[in-house]
């Protein structure tokens, strides 16, 4: 699939990806507070992905790749690398469909990750916490196995898969001004913007950023991608830079991205635990706390905002350190 | 409204309270988990009424008492006396229907739940914490404003307000073979018993409750209402005793009582976070931890579970003491 990774995806893959994967996803539900709506001044509409079975929007990418393989490939399964909501979700979606999913992770991950993907059946390959390591470790598995390269963020089935999640959260709303996910490597956002863009255009797309980890922000103002190394916050899905594919989506239809700190993110996170009586990662609460911090922007709009997972360490909440 | 109390609620009360309430409260989802499903070996359903707007079940019964006053007494307002969830729900349905609320509460209740009373309108006046001072300051504050009385659970509007919840929950999941829920007082399982003994008779109904507080167990095996003084348990919403009109159908519809101990809740507890990624109170993981320990009685079996609440004090969760 080397070649995929040049091909940029249509709305009709995005259609196609969503009939593919709806038997396998959850059609998860929209969640409201006139709490935050007062608190806010905006009109908040939240897209439960924090829902789905293994608790991320990213089986969708994931469904929709696994389940669009053909049956030789099938056979071979499916590789990444990652450590976080991809892993587990790849190896979800193969365990669905019964194909083999192998996991480059390094040794450093947490436990509880590596747990998740071995319950879902992935095989864990581990190795160094080095770029280098990761590089060889992958290509060393994927010529053992053959499996097909699933990328994290960027690769046109992935992308396609997370468009069905603002598609939805579109049909649930009857329509939006705003929408607004966190950014990371960019694959929500891209999908988001790739369905938006075609049925919504005039519904604005705000990417929320950690100010620790704000290559995206830096990006987006320079024109290009600036990829920082190893960046530090507590919203660890989204330390990973922009690639072509999703540099691509963010640089065309990415009317802004807002960022927010430390303090802000954890204050989100509490807010939402709180009133929206949902579980959340901290990289889910970027988005409300860049709308806390920019009222007015959103004041008297009807905004969407994406809660993107819900893996958490119960035992390590950010607010108790 | 004191010979209320001796009226027992009928399934069309049921069905005129769903009528009245349905613009004031949340037509809450049914979350379902693979994973408990595997773990447990039944089909599970969560009612999530954790997402009403003041965040339990008990909005619905306060809003059927506020909603059915003439206007007359809805110019009085309504009055209780509550430390817990039925005092803010109570507050929030007089605060969209614009009429005063009195809520007597001792002052040693937390700060939070007086901050939610106040945040929703209503008016607090404090007592000392025990029953002599409550009953003496609530009948005073009744005289003054001549506030309707709604108990929390021993009413014939309240129950009826509950029973609209496993009447949502039979309509959306198609049928049950088993519904759970908490019982404290007793008002959610008399709404319950209420519905089903009407629309699913072949249902049945398990009430679920902390060891420590056990007087509804005690109670059901010795055929007659046992109170006790203050018991001590993590699910604080389920101290309270049974009453005549919630012993009514306690007795006469309930299949079985079981119980489960501190340990087992606040492990429920955490898997319910964990696993349906929602915020649910203690005394609203009861009924997992029953059912995870008396599997052989669910296996098989497609059972309801009412979450009744998601009020909690995130900075003291109960695993982490």
């Known amino acids: 699939m080397k070649d995929a990774a040049m091909y940029i995806p249509t ?5 196609a990806a969503h009939e593919r994967i709806k038997p396998y996803i959850r059609h998860t539900p929209v969640r409201t507070s006139d709490y935050l709506n007062e608190l806010t001044g905006a009109e908040l509409f939240f897209k439960c992905e924090n829902f789905q079975e293994p608790g991320a929007f990213k089986v969708r990418g994931a469904s929709n790749a696994v389940f669009g393989l053909d049956e030789a490939q099938a056979a071979k399964g499916v590789a990444t690398h990652s450590s976080g909501n991809h892993a587990s979700c790849l190896s979800y979606a ?12 390094p040794h450093t991950a947490p436990q509880a990750k590596k747990d998740t993907v071995r319950r879902y059946g992935g095989k864990i390959t581990e190795c160094e916490p080095s770029t280098t390591s990761r590089e060889e470790t992958f290509a060393k598995v994927q010529e053992q196995t053959g499996g097909d390269f699933v990328h994290p963020y960027n690769d046109p089935r992935v992308i396609a898969g997370q468009g069905t999640c603002a598609k939805e959260l579109m049909e649930q709303t009857g329509g939006l001004d705003i929408v607004v996910a966190p950014i990371g490597g960019g694959g929500m956002i891209s999908g988001t913007c790739l369905t938006l863009s075609n049925i919504a255009p005039r519904t604005q797309i705000i990417a929320a950023e950690p100010e620790q980890a704000d290559d995206a922000y830096r990006s987006f103002k320079a024109g ?42 954890i204050e989100a996170m509490k807010i939402t635990w709180k009133h929206l009586r949902i579980v959340a990662e901290a990289s889910s609460s970027v988005p409300l706390a860049t709308i806390l911090k920019n009222k007015d922007a959103f004041a008297g709009k009807r905004v969407g905002v994406i809660i993107t997972g819900g893996n958490v360490d119960l035992d390590l909440l950010p607010w108790l350190k």
Chains 1, 2 share one sequence.
Request: one cysteine or more.
């Open 224 to 265: 290009h991608i600036i990829a920082d190394d190893a960046p530090e916050t507590i919203a660890d899905g989204l330390k990973v830079p922009l690639k072509d594919l999703t540099w691509h989506f963010v640089s065309n239809h990415v009317s802004d991205i807002l960022t927010a700190s430390e303090d802000e993110i």
């Open 94 to 105: 193969a365990m669905l469909r019964g194909i083999p999913c192998n996991v480059v992770m």
């Open 11 to 15: 709305y009709s893959d995005v259609e």
